[in-house]
């Protein structure tokens, strides 16, 4: 079992910024691609970005692309999200999730691929 600690979420003026930690204790975190994902009141779950097991590639939905970036520290066992520009449509329980194991590229983009996820933190994005 992984256990995934998220942090950073808040409350913030449409156009400010956040940075989402997302942190996995105890485990050898390079084996594991990092997904961001966030479900909205009444909405499915969604993708919002992913980080390679590598850092090197990262992928990102339409409505975050430019704005967003996902970035890992595999000494600290930490991913970060890092949000720019926020918009009220961003509201939204953030999630990140693991997936163990692939090639140093995988990067999967839809919920059901990942094996363990945080608890989620709130982002609420005002107008």
């Known amino acids: 079992q992984v256990q995934l600690v998220e942090s950073g979420g808040g409350l913030v003026q449409a156009g400010g910024s956040l940075r989402l930690s997302c942190a996995a204790p105890?485990?050898?975190?390079?084996?594991?691609?990092m997904g961001w994902f966030r479900q909205a009141p009444g909405k499915e779950r969604e993708f919002v970005g992913v980080?390679?097991?590598?850092?090197?590639?990262?992928y990102y939905a339409d409505a975050v692309k430019g704005r967003f970036t996902i970035s890992r520290d595999n000494a600290k066992n930490t991913v970060y999200l890092q949000m720019n520009s926020l918009k009220p449509e961003d509201t939204a329980v953030y999630y990140c999730a693991a997936v163990y194991g692939g090639d140093m590229e995988y990067a999967p983009r839809i919920p059901g691929a990942y094996d363990y996820w945080g608890q989620g933190t709130q982002v609420t994005v005002s107008s």
């Open positions: 980080i390679s097991r590598s850092g090197d590639n990262t």
């Open positions: 105890g485990r050898t975190f390079s084996n594991y691609a």
